[in-house]
């Protein structure tokens, strides 16, 4: 072996020893800074963890766009008709006067609301963005109450890190994290357009989250439930979205 | 080491033990990374758009307004009116995963392309145009795809150089602006970068077009390779001389 490539190979090693501590030490800070998306595990985890810890130092306080009265689509695209159980067929035929949301977990006073109460707190009114990851979108005025809002009324744990919120459909269910849970664009819908939000919209009470694809804004709410985990809930990979096989991150 | 891909013409008359190499090592591993990748966004990138065959301009699109073009191809979603009696299965969990990962392969592969490029002269001695040759007349003659001499296989000729050019610093950003362009979160730190492009559907719509200019380099690329004689060409972009040492 002549010197220079016992130099090469020496340089290459440290180089290569230098790259895996880095690694491992960008992994335990990225941990700590919750930079780490719970579907982090399997052969995209490298990608959907980069999505998601750059969109996190990009956009954590930043607000979706939003447009003007005129830009707003003629048709709010409606691509699911109702759940089909009994349950919900009986709250509509009551005109969701006992549509209930529970709200639970790391929080001081679990609550169940009525839509009345939750139309009795401070509304926003947004007119943003939906945009489905097939590709198609429309705009439309959306008007609820803010999550943080609600967060608020019940108190939650300094040590939460997620909300998981629920369909009355249980097989879609999802969560984000608290930097979205606060944001002020957040919003439990109830409106849209100027008037009541409608079942094929997800009415009576819908969760928008502007800042990520249409599929995070999950219809028909039901419950959320604030953890500092993900782990217990379905596979543990953060919503039924990865069970699908899609990303718990869907801000790309 | 340095960049030694431009070797004078007097090379061949030398022994090739004295060549160095065609491409540098780093021109070699990008290169092939960013193949790999490529071949992984083009799949995925057409089986996204077969759930949504339609093509729109401006802010928003969906199926109840009109459309720029549609693809005369079914889709895997029941929601579009394609005209086909069939709905495609659903492949756009995977699909998704593999684009934004591979997409952050290759733009990480190509920061360090272009830092390489800047600081080795490898953009400015191997792919701008020398001037003698920025002429009609020897363009046009690459333009009839004439098989190249042995000597062409030690540099490119004014058309190739062009062509890399274009798209390392014309479609590859391009792509790359008009993806993020698409992302709700990224827009909402930083909007121009959908509003210079006239919204969210103008910028899917560029993007299915910069691709598809990016698949035509890919054909023609391969065609090439083929027609300037495949061992040398391949043997070249993998081990880095184009003929066996001796």
Redo the contacts between chains.
């Keep these: 072996m002549t010197e220079i490539s016992r130099r090469k190979l020496i340089t290459t090693g440290l180089a290569a020893a230098a790259g895996v501590t880095g690694l491992g030490v960008a992994a335990r800070m990225a941990q700590k800074h919750g930079l780490i998306p719970p579907d982090h595990g399997g052969i995209?985890g490298?990608?959907?963890t980069?999505?998601y810890a750059s969109?996190r130092l990009?956009?954590r306080h930043?607000?979706?766009?939003e447009?003007a009265r005129e830009?707003i689509?003629?048709?709010p695209?409606a691509?699911e008709i109702r759940p089909a159980s009994e349950e919900f067929t009986r709250l509509q035929a009551g005109g969701f006067a006992e549509w209930r949301l529970s709200v639970n977990g790391m929080v001081a006073r679990p609550a169940l609301f009525s839509l009345a109460e939750l139309k009795s707190y401070p509304s926003r009114s947004q007119i943003t963005?939906l945009?489905?990851?097939?590709?198609?979108?429309?705009?439309a005025e959306w008007i609820g109450v803010p999550l943080s809002n609600v967060l608020e009324v019940v108190g939650i744990e300094p040590q939460a890190r997620y909300v998981v919120y629920s369909s009355i459909d249980s097989e879609w269910w999802d969560s984000i994290d608290m930097a979205d849970a606060r944001h002020p664009q957040t919003v439990l819908a109830y409106g849209m357009n100027g008037g009541e939000l409608s079942v094929g919209n997800g009415g009576p009470l819908r969760m928008r989250v502007?800042?990520?694809?249409g599929y995070k804004s999950v219809k028909f709410i039901t419950s959320l439930t604030v953890t500092d985990s993900l782990k217990a809930f379905g596979k543990g990979l953060g919503s039924a979205s990865p069970e699908?096989?899609?990303?718990w991150y869907a801000?790309? | 080491m340095g960049d030694s891909a431009c070797v004078p013409s007097s090379a061949s008359t030398f022994p090739a033990v004295t060549v160095t190499s065609r491409h540098s090592a780093l021109v070699r591993v990008t290169h092939w990374i960013t193949a790999l990748c490529f071949l992984a966004l083009l799949v995925s990138g057409v089986e996204i758009v077969i759930s949504h065959p339609r093509f729109y301009w401006g802010e928003t699109g969906n199926i109840h307004t009109p459309t720029l073009f549609k693809l005369p191809i079914p889709a895997s979603r029941n929601l579009v009116p394609t005209g086909y009696g069939y709905v495609l299965p659903d492949q756009n969990g995977w699909s998704r995963y593999l684009h934004f990962q591979s997409a952050w392969v290759v733009v990480l592969t190509g920061l360090l392309y272009a830092i390489y490029g800047l600081f080795t002269g490898h953009f400015r001695n191997n792919l701008l145009p020398v001037q003698a040759d920025l002429s009609w007349r020897a363009i046009v003659k690459h333009l009839r795809f004439e098989r190249p001499s042995e000597s062409d296989a030690w540099s490119y000729n004014t058309l190739q150089r062009l062509t890399y050019l274009f798209v390392v610093f014309v479609l590859f950003p391009l792509v790359i602006w008009t993806g993020l362009a698409m992302s709700p979160a990224f827009v909402s730190a930083v909007p121009v970068a959908v509003t210079l492009l006239g919204g969210q559907q103008s910028a899917r719509t560029i993007h299915f077009f910069v691709s598809l200019a990016l698949l035509l380099f890919l054909l023609i690329h391969v065609v090439m390779v083929f027609r300037a004689g495949f061992r040398s060409r391949m043997r070249a972009m993998i081990f880095g001389t184009p003929m066996e040492r001796i």
């Design positions: 995209y490298l990608g959907e980069l999505n969109h990009l956009t930043s607000l979706a766009r447009f830009q689509s003629k048709i695209v691509n963005q945009a489905c990851e097939e590709g198609w979108s429309y705009i502007p800042r990520q694809l699908a096989g899609y990303a801000g790309i």
